[in-house]
C-alpha cells in the first residue's frame, strides 16, 4: 500500500511543450553528456531544494545574512565542499546558483574536464564501466558529485586497460 510520498526525486515541467525549454534542456543534455532528461530534471529538482532551504534560513532570520549564515552553517559548509559555494559566498549567494553550477560538480563533468576522456559521452562510459576511481575507491554513478578535495584523487583504476598510458581510448591531453 502506498504512503502517499512522492519518492520520485524530481518534477517534470508543468508545460511539456515549449520549444524554447526543450531546445535549452537538450542542449545542456548534450555539453554535460547526461542520458536523458531526467537526470537534467533531477538537477533541477535538486537546486530547487537548496534554494527552498536557503530562503527558509533568510526568513527564520528575518533576512539577516549572518544569522541565516550561522544557522545554516552545515548547509553553506556542504555547499562549499563541493564546489558549489566559493570560500568567501554567504548563504544569499545559492539564490543566484544556477542549474550548470551543479552540473559541472557531477564526476562525470570533473573527469571530462580533467582530461582522461575526450568528450563528456566517453566519461560517462569511463565511469559507468568501472575504469575511474575517487581516492582509490571505485566509482561506477557519473551523477556523484565531488568534493574539491578530492578533485586531485581521480584516476584510472590500475586494474584497468585504460590505466595504460598507450591505450587507444585514452584522451590526447593526456599524453
Known amino acids: 500500500m502506498s504512503t502517499g510520498k512522492n519518492t520520485k ?3 517534470t515541467p508543468n508545460h511539456p511543450y515549449q520549444g524554447e525549454r526543450i531546445a535549452e534542456e537538450s542542449d545542456l543534455l548534450s555539453r554535460y553528456g547526461l542520458k536523458n532528461k531526467e537526470e537534467f530534471w533531477r538537477a533541477q529538482s535538486e ?3 537548496m534554494r527552498r532551504e536557503a530562503r527558509r534560513l533568510l526568513g ?3 533576512g539577516d545574512v549572518e544569522a ?3 544557522a545554516g552553517a552545515e548547509f553553506v559548509t556542504r555547499l562549499r565542499r563541493i564546489g558549489i559555494l566559493g570560500d568567501n559566498d ?3 549567494a545559492v539564490l543566484s546558483l544556477d542549474v550548470t553550477d551543479l552540473l559541472e560538480r557531477r564526476l562525470q563533468t570533473v573527469v571530462y574536464r580533467q582530461g582522461f576522456a575526450s568528450s563528456t559521452q566517453q566519461a560517462r562510459q569511463f565511469i559507468v564501466h568501472g575504469h575511474i576511481t575517487v581516492n582509490g575507491a571505485r566509482v561506477t554513478r557519473p551523477s556523484v558529485k ?3 578535495d578530492d578533485e586531485g584523487a581521480i ?8 590505466a ?3 591505450h587507444p581510448e585514452r584522451a590526447e591531453s593526456q599524453e
Open 47 to 49: 537546486l530547487r531544494n
Open 155 to 162: 584516476a584510472f583504476d590500475e586494474t584497468s586497460p585504460l
Open 146 to 148: 565531488v568534493d574539491v
Open 60 to 62: 527564520e532570520a528575518q
Open 9 to 11: 526525486g524530481y518534477e
Open 164 to 166: 595504460d598510458d598507450l
Open 90 to 92: 554567504n548563504i544569499s
Open 68 to 70: 541565516a549564515q550561522d
